[in-house]
């Protein structure tokens, strides 16, 4: 089987390029190999490669930066993944893509978002993503969107890496505890992503994307429990420092204003992917750990 992976230096894709041999040839792409803001790099790349399966673990997820770069997040987070998506139909493929939590408000909300909950996203980010999501939706393909939130990796820019490395530059630290989510660790995604396919590949059905027949779609994809980003950092720290924890002070959203609004509270039900695919990612509490004493 030939898979196409874009995003391949990024949290998810650099993951998923460690797991993705043991399913078939994978050609891999970076920024450099195919630039997902450029339609016809992407149309010839796919018809070059002729996969069974294309992986986008590729966007623009500056969330910041996204709103004051309305057209480069558009063109990475909106029209790439439905350019893929036309390509994926032509070609017989199944498309799986990320999306993200952001492409809910979080506003009034105290429990978990199921799929069936209608998406308002507040943020650049979330809206192009979202458009994203309703571009696949229309292709046609066989895709599967997989949801996920709060990603976080040893070694990729993230909110861990964040912390530690203030650290070493601040005596306190300060971090909001108004936002509530579910901390995922991107090996979990890519672990999830890869039983998924390996179950998919186990039905006799000729071929991945007629293996979704019936259940393409949109799932959530997060590691299981909440906390606020107070308290993702507060096990960080813990982890990190059992002897000397350093000060941590709880902050309001109000109290770090940021460029883009994000979703107050944003856990997400994975009751969906556990009942279709019978795969359950783990608590974030013990991926964290797990993420934390991993060297790899
Ligand atoms: N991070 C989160 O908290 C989060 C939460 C929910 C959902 N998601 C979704 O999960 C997926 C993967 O996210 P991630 O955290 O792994 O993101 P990431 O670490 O930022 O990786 C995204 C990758 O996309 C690449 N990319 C950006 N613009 C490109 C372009 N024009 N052409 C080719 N490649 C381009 C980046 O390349 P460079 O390395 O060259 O910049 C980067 O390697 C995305 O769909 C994202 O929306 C993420």
Known sequence: MRILLTGKNGQIGSELHKILPQFGDVTATGRTEMDLTDPNQIRLTVRQVKPALIINAGAYTA??????????????????PKILAEEAKDEGALLIHYSTDYTYSGEMRQRP????????????????????????????ASYLIFKTGWVYSSNGKSFLRTILQLTK????????????????????????????IRNLLTKKNGSLSKAVSGISG???????????WHGFAQAILELTYPENMPKLFAISTKEYPTAAIRPPYSV????KLQKTFGVKLP??????????????
């Open 218 to 228: 949109a799932y959530h994809m997060t590691c299981q429990g909440e906390t606020s």
């Open 283 to 296: 608590h974030w509490e013990h991926a964290l750990k797990q993420c934390l004493n991993n060297t790899s």
């Open 169 to 196: 530059e601040k005596n306190e630290l300060r971090v909001v505890n108004d936002q509530t989510g579910s901390p995922t660790w991107c090996r979990s995604i890519a672990i999830a992503t890869g039983d998924i």
């Open 113 to 140: 978002y199921s799929e069936s909950d209608s998406p308002t996203p507040n943020s650049t980010y979330g809206k192009t993503k979202l458009e994203g999501d309703n571009n696949i939706e229309k292709s046609g």
């Open 268 to 271: 997400l039900s994975n009751t």
């Open 63 to 80: 969330v910041d930066k996204a709103e004051s770069d309305f057209e480069l997040a558009q063109a990475v987070n909106s029209i790439a």
